[in-house]
């Protein structure tokens, strides 16, 4: 008998759950032998065929029990009810049965027949079939016989990865590796096991994934709705501009032509006032002309003449209204009132940027020899002189470059760069693995996102289709950039003016970033003054 036959209940052929032992000293699982002797006026044993008269009372091994438990954990196996994660068999109903079928207790694999406990007794008790191959009671048992030889299937092919019987082993597949079935269940178990574990692990996994999608998206959804809420603000804002200063153009527009309305009604009120009098004094020489007296003539010639003299309206008269530049003045007062938002809104989203800052200082190692850092490792400057350092492969030996000790692969950050007084920097992010010792294009393709300054004046940035000049208002004296990694973006800014002065989109960061500084040459004093790395006020 093997270790594992020590460790198997000769009822179901299983190892033991909850063992019990009978009065004549044989081991059973609890359930299997309550069943046998269920409805039973008398009790015999399985093994020994020993007859008891009363059903005995039923002793718990615990020293069986404890060694099972021990076998199946060695094996692997998991008793069952006792939480194992496996799906139960499907219940198997007795072949034998008529009317209402029983449950089967047990399959022969030579009769090929499932039996109640009923049913089971010959296979108990009847010599010749007590020899018969028992086993737990399945469904399909045709298929556990190998069709050629009618033997039950026993051994597991290793080579052609199939279940053969005994004879199988000494015919077609002699030459063939074989393992008994339960050691290649077990093995095949194992490997379930292990894909089980795989599979939970990669679920968990997505679980995880899922999760920080759905923070993501709320996340995202909170920015939209900020961001929507702003617009409307400012929208509205602008909205209420337009429509004041269209009230306003029509408001001038109507005043003034109602001023041209009154002067000109006035004008024609005096042309009428004298026009009556010349009509009145035109009647009063028609009639001195009709009297025909000489004398009347002269005397009304001299009144007539005396008259005062009607106005002279050679130079009056109402010039046309012109309305030129109105709307122009309007819509520049528009304009005036947009920058003003629009500065708000600048100044809005340079302080959502500030509240991703991050500390920075510089990484010595990684500075060119020529570079002075100051103890803090806040300041960097060109000494002119190329001290004696390590040459170890963090430092860069070709361009006048350090990068920040703090790297970053994840979420946003922002930091801040006085560069006051130079007139040549560079400064941006780069990539971890950036080329240290040799010539490098400036660009994102060769993982270096900057923008510069050349001769003073001239700002530039570096896209991978070349350089891009910028024009700015005003020289910046502190320049901020962000970065949000998953979303692809790096925006430089001018601090003091809360104006943006360009963005990279649609980046794709694929692996840690650090903060790239570059005071670029001394240029004889003309250029010495440091790069500075500054607190970020939030009071803008």
């Not at 079935?181 to 490997?191: G, H, V």
């Not at 006051?420 to 920097?425: A, D, E, L, P, V």
């Amino acid at each position: 008998m093997s270790a594992a036959d020590q460790f198997l209940c000769s009822v179901c052929l299983e190892v033991f759950t909850d063992p019990v032992s009978t009065p004549c000293g044989h081991n059973f699982c609890s359930e299997c032998i309550s069943e046998l002797w269920s409805g039973k006026g008398r009790c015999d044993c399985p093994v020994c065929r020993r007859v008891f008269r009363t059903r005995p009372e039923l002793s718990v091994n615990a020293l069986l029990s404890q060694m099972a438990a021990q076998f199946r954990h060695e094996a692997g196996d998991k008793p069952s009810g006792g939480g194992s994660s496996e799906q139960k068999p499907a219940k198997v109903l007795c072949d034998l049965c008529t009317e209402t079928k029983a449950k089967a207790l047990k399959s022969c694999l030579v009769c090929l027949v499932s039996y109640c406990q009923t049913h089971l007794e010959p296979h108990l008790t009847v010599p010749g079939l007590r020899k018969h191959r028992l086993m737990a009671p399945v469904e399909n048992l045709e298929g556990r016989m190998c069709l050629k030889h009618q033997k039950p299937l026993e051994l597991f092919c290793q080579t052609e990865q199939t279940c053969v019987c005994a004879l199988c082993t000494v015919g077609e597949h002699s030459a063939h590796t074989f393992v008994p079935l339960s050691e290649e269940y077990q093995r095949k178990k194992a490997e379930l096991r292990k894909t089980e574990a795989d599979v939970q692990q990669m679920i968990q996994e997505r679980r995880v994934k899922m999760k920080e999608i759905r923070q993501w998206l709320k996340t995202s959804k909170a920015a939209a709705a900020r961001e929507k809420a702003e617009g409307v603000e400012v929208f509205t804002a602008l909205k209420e501009c337009v429509e004041r200063g269209l009230e306003q153009l029509m408001e001038r527009v109507e005043e003034e032509e109602k001023a041209r309305e009154k002067q000109a009604e006035g004008l024609i009120r005096d042309l009428e006032e004298e026009i009556s009098d010349l009509m009145k004094r035109s009647s009063e020489v028609e009639q001195l002309f009709l009297s025909g007296d000489h004398l009347h003539l002269l005397q009304g010639f001299s009144s007539l003449k005396a008259a005062p003299p009607t106005r002279d309206w050679t130079e009056v008269g109402v010039r046309p209204s012109s309305y030129e530049g109105t709307a122009v003045r309007a819509v520049a007062q528009l304009e005036e009132a947009l920058r003003g938002e629009m500065k708000k809104l600048s100044e809005a989203e340079l302080k959502r940027r500030q509240r991703s800052a991050v500390d920075v200082t510089l990484d010595a190692d990684t500075a060119h020899p020529c570079l002075i850092l100051s103890d803090d490792g806040k300041q960097v400057g060109d000494g002119d002189v190329e001290k004696k350092l390590p040459d170890n492969p963090e430092r860069f030996s070709v361009y006048l470059y350090v990068l920040g000790k703090q790297s970053f692969s994840a979420g946003k950050f922002y930091f801040e760069v006085q560069v006051k007084g130079k007139t040549q920097w560079r400064l941006g992010v780069s990539k971890e693995s950036i080329s240290r010792k040799r010539s490098i294009i400036p660009s994102p393709a060769k993982g270096l996102w900057m923008m510069d300054l050349m001769n003073g004046n001239e700002y530039r940035v570096h896209e991978n289709r070349g350089v891009l000049s910028l024009s700015l208002s005003s020289a910046p004296e502190k320049v901020g950039v962000f970065v949000d990694y998953e979303e692809g973006l790096l925006s430089f800014y001018d601090v003091d003016a809360a104006a943006l002065i360009y963005s990279f989109t649609g980046c794709c960061f694929t692996e840690k970033l650090r903060p790239f500084f570059s005071p670029c040459f001394n240029d004889g004093g003309k250029n010495s003054a440091p790069l500075i790395i500054c607190p970020v006020s939030q009071t803008v």
